[in-house]
């Protein structure tokens, strides 16, 4: 076990505590916008779904209820533009999945692994707990020709830095990837959140044209239904490598909780509760941008998503250091890779009352 923690990087924000701690100073109390956490209530229909289906003293059923499956399946059709047969299946949150899906793809040593030159960390944790090699890059063409590449993870729209993958640049990656026979697992909790530009999934006709061959798309009700407390997400793709993935988290015990299923069909099958809380962001999102580009930031990409990319033009810890002497707590660029050390995330998910506090130190 300890061999397995020492070959992880360290905890990202466990390096963060010391401008928390500076930051907390503050007379008013610390504004957190390191972590896109939901902070909103969960909407009325989810938690009487929850409720509804507390009774449940039996396991559940990994593949998800039928019920589930349907709703999936459905809101990929409605939201993501999928006409096709799509295989279906809820995972515990997003995050256990993109820790997990080399292993139970199974990615090994000798492998490599391509994730984007800027993104979320578990991207580089999950290549290394199932020992394969990992290769930051935006460009397929410099990965060069090697048959080692099982697996490219696409993240759009991005976290951290908002970007939105346009549908030619995606189906690039898919004609790639098939040509190698690597996996190509686009990561899309974002898909929601699109404020400049309407971001497109994986499974859009515009990208795969109802063919799902070797492409996974990965979702969350986190952010868009503020589930992130419930653990709810799931996949939609390439019918065979779903029922892969069921046969080895059916032995792992990788299930749903059943009211958790029932709270998502609920969730899925609702869109009035996803429009107002995407007015809450972009209230948030206005208000915070406006401030941070009065005080000499430079926002860049944030498209769509749940943050701002701002860069002061310095090394991104003293952007945190800077922005912690006011109260305010932001992601170092450090965390998302070597290329970002000029940036810090900044999330929109801070109260109304926390933002405006936010608002009022950096004006």
Not at 212 to 224: C, D, E, I, Q
């Amino acid at each position: 076990m300890s061999a397995l923690a020492s070959a992880l990087p360290d905890f990202p924000w466990d390096l963060l505590e010391p401008a928390k701690a500076k930051a907390a100073a503050h007379p008013d109390g610390i504004v957190d916008l390191s972590v896109g956490t939901p902070v909103d209530p969960v909407p009325e229909l989810i938690r009487r779904a929850l409720a509804d289906a507390s009774d449940a003293p039996g396991y559940p059923q990994t593949a998800g209820t039928p019920a589930l499956r349907a709703a999936i399946a459905g809101w990929l059709a409605r939201t993501g533009g999928a006409s096709g047969e799509l295989g279906v299946l809820p995972t515990i949150g997003s995050k256990e999945l993109v820790a997990w899906l080399p292993t139970l793809l199974g990615v090994g040593p000798g492998d490599v692994v391509v994730i984007p030159s800027v993104c979320y960390p578990t991207y580089e944790v999950g290549a290394l707990l199932a020992g394969a090699t990992v290769v930051r890059s935006d460009s397929l063409t410099a990965v060069g020709p090697t048959s080692r590449v099982k697996l490219v993870w696409v993240n759009s729209p991005s976290n951290p830095t908002g970007r939105v993958l346009p549908p030619e640049h995606l189906r690039k990656v898919v004609d790639w990837g098939r040509e190698r026979g690597a996996v190509v697992a686009s990561d899309e909790c974002y898909l929601s959140l699109g404020w400049e530009t309407k971001p497109v999934s994986v499974l859009d006709d515009a990208v795969t044209g109802g063919d799902y061959t070797g492409v996974l798309a990965v979702h969350s009700l986190s952010k868009r239904s503020n589930l992130a407390g419930y653990r709810a997400g799931f996949l939609g793709g390439d019918p065979a490598l779903i029922a892969g993935l069921l046969a080895v988290r059916k032995h792992a015990g990788m299930i749903v909780p059943a009211p958790v299923q029932a709270a998502m069909v609920a969730a899925l099958g609702d869109e009035t509760h996803v429009d107002e809380q995407r007015e809450r962001y972009a209230a948030r999102r206005d208000t915070l941008r406006t401030a941070l580009t009065k005080a000499g930031f430079e926002i860049t990409h944030s498209e769509a998503g749940l943050y701002l990319w701002a860069s002061r033009g310095e090394e991104c810890w003293q952007t945190v250091d800077w922005l912690a002497e006011r109260g305010i707590l932001a992601a170092p660029g450090a965390f998302y890779g070597p290329s970002a050390k000029q940036h810090v995330r900044i999330a929109l998910t801070a109260t109304d009352e926390r933002v405006a506090a936010a608002v009022g130190r950096l004006t």
